[in-house]
């Protein structure tokens, strides 16, 4: 599916259409090229460069590709953005709980890790600096759209239902010898 | 440089604790780090303490960081203190409000230390 993003007097409108542009292509556009699009995005590829580049920097410990064949995953760390504007959608971020210890005590130089308060919160913040970043690459989203609160759940017995019922994607990555993944969701 | 008062308002308290770091890591003397997790809390600390300098967030609940700085430059021990805005708000219509509000600088986060550096070290020379 294409999508173009045109800019109106007030407001960014996002065009949908059914045209196919390969797995998690589209296309964006802006004001003056309202219907043409000029740009393909790949949604997946710009998440995980948003993810990588909140690592780099913030975490100081760089993301990994996963190793093949992957070993069983299951998260019990989860953190969410939601995206509202001109796009809907949401943003989330999954892990293990000894994960998320190993993020928050790379943030924070090993000071002060122990508090699960302290997980909790760094988790939080990667993800919404991740959902800032992700939508700051985006032509025409950077100010078309807000972003919520971060929400962290942990905990073995969860499941994350977006209501967007849209689009999903999902990138998996490998912190430190430890899965992580973080997923777009948008508004169908 | 002399030594600052530094005000830092963040809804995380990991992020408040890296932006402190980073302004140490500037080379900042830091006399003082209030930290506050909302706009409102750091009115309260504005209008009770004498600050150099105010690192603030936007996205917080009870009070944002847009309201903070627009109420703020009503203090008037706090007309013209320097306020950076460190947010993951990066669009052109987010930094233009923020200025026009009274904000004197704008870092997007994820940030580096250096990036602090170049845009905090001008504004307490000045």
């Not at chain 1, 109106?8 to 219907?35: F, T």
């Not at chain 1, 809907?88 to 090993?110: E, H, N, P, Q, Y």
């Not at chain 1, 939508?135 to 942990?154: E, M, N, W």
Request: glycine letters at 10%; a negative charge.
């Amino acid at each position: 599916m294409d999508q173009a993003i045109t800019a109106e007097p007030e407001r960014v409108r996002i065009h949908l259409s059914a045209r196919a542009a390969g797995p998690g292509a589209q296309a964006v556009g802006k004001a003056a090229d309202a219907q043409q699009p000029v740009a393909r995005i790949d949604w997946r590829e710009e998440l995980a460069k948003a993810a990588s580049e909140v690592f780099d920097v913030m975490v100081g410990a760089p993301l990994t590709a996963p190793p093949e064949p992957r070993p069983p995953f299951i998260p019990d760390f989860a953190a969410m953005v939601g995206i509202a504007g001109s796009l809907c959608g949401s943003v989330s971020l999954r892990t293990t709980a000894d994960c998320a210890r190993s993020i928050t005590a790379k943030m924070l130089g090993g000071d002060e890790v122990g508090a699960a308060e302290a997980a909790q919160d760094a988790f939080g913040e990667v993800c919404n600096m991740i959902a800032g970043s992700f939508k700051g690459r985006i032509s025409g989203l950077a100010d078309g759209c807000a972003l919520s609160v971060p929400t962290v759940i942990f905990g073995r017995d969860f499941t994350l239902f977006s209501l967007a019922r849209g689009e999903h994607y999902e990138v998996t990555f490998e912190f430190e010898g430890k899965l992580l993944s973080v997923s777009l969701d948008l508004q169908g | 440089m002399k030594p600052v008062n530094v005000l830092i308002v963040d809804d995380s308290s990991v992020m408040r604790k890296i932006v402190g770091r980073s302004l140490r890591q500037a080379g900042l003397d830091l006399v003082q780090v209030l930290e506050a997790s909302n706009g409102s809390e750091a009115l309260s600390l504005a209008r009770e303490n004498p600050l150099d300098l105010i690192l603030s967030d936007i996205n917080m609940p009870l009070m944002d960081g847009l309201e903070f700085v627009r109420q703020l430059r009503g203090i008037e021990s706090a007309q013209h203190t320097p306020v950076v805005m460190i947010t993951t708000e990066a669009g052109e219509g987010h930094v233009v409000q923020a200025l026009s509000l009274g904000a004197s600088g704008y870092i997007r986060k994820p940030f580096t230390p250096e990036q602090i550096k170049e845009r905090v070290i001008p504004l307490l020379r000045g």
